[in-house]
């Protein structure tokens, strides 16, 4: 079981937002401002689009932003096109014996 | 062009070892801390290892500690992930990444090899 639970699936059409959320605890998500999120197309490898929660690496769209709110960390994508659909994974650095965990993962289906 | 390729995959029989490489060009290696990610067939993205720029810090996940470990050759560019006592759970995509922040270890990843594939079978 993952230590970061996201929901399996979210949806929207071109043009809407829609927000990927990342639930962890107070030993991961709610005490560092270490979380990143990844989107992985079908069969390749994955792609970094946020870091420390709301850093956005040089090339990313702006369509793109991260936020956190407690043991909640939230990834919002705005303006949907097709290309956006992919799974989306969420990381964080926690303090137990494994210091980096993913969540299960999300798969964004553009309608 | 930065890039990381990951090699040593293959089929292997349980309880047996494998060693995979993770050979770095076009940045300055031994700036950035670098880890290992893997994927099972289907299944989401799963920590494994990481290692800082100057080997001095090291980290391993649960599910291999004591079976894998993570070395580097900053003179040679690469990095390596010895794997012992393998299990047909290991079976999985390896990724190696490379670490976002210099002489930092974030666990951002910004630059991922194309993987390396393990199958552990008998």
């Known amino acids: 079981q993952s230590a970061l639970t996201q929901p399996p699936s979210v949806s929207g059409s071109p043009g809407q937002s829609v927000t990927i959320s990342c639930t962890g605890t107070?030993?991961?998500?709610?005490?560092?401002?270490?979380v990143s999120w990844y989107q992985q197309p079908p069969g390749t490898a994955p792609k970094l689009m946020i870091y420390?929660?709301?850093n956005r690496p040089s090339g990313v769209p702006d369509r793109f932003s991260g936020s956190k709110s407690g043991n909640t960390a939230s990834l919002t994508i705005s303006g949907l096109q097709a290309e956006d659909e992919a799974d989306y994974f969420c990381?964080?650095?926690?303090?137990?014996?494994?210091?980096?965990?993913f969540g299960g993962g999300t798969k964004l289906t553009v309608l | 062009e930065v890039q990381l390729v990951e090699s040593g995959g293959g089929l292997v029989q349980p309880g047996r070892s494998l060693r995979l490489s993770c050979a770095a060009s076009?940045?300055?290696?031994?700036?950035?801390?670098i880890h290992w990610v893997r994927q099972a067939p289907g299944k989401g993205l799963e920590w494994v290892s990481g290692i800082s720029w100057n080997s001095g810090v090291i980290n391993y996940a649960d599910s291999v500690k004591g079976r894998f470990t993570i070395s580097r050759d900053n003179a040679k560019n690469s990095l390596y992930l010895q794997m012992n006592s393998l299990r047909a759970e290991d079976t999985a995509l390896y990724y190696c990444?490379?670490?976002?922040?210099?002489?930092?270890?974030?666990?951002?990843?910004?630059?991922w090899g194309q993987g390396t594939m393990v199958t552990v079978s008998s």
């Open positions: 076009g940045f300055t290696f031994d700036d950035y801390a």
């Open positions: 990381i964080s650095y926690t303090s137990s014996s494994t210091p980096w965990v």
């Open positions: 990444a490379k670490d976002i922040s210099s002489y930092g270890y974030v666990g951002a990843f910004d630059i």
């Open positions: 420390e929660v709301s």
């Open positions: 107070s030993s991961d998500v709610g005490s560092y401002n270490r």
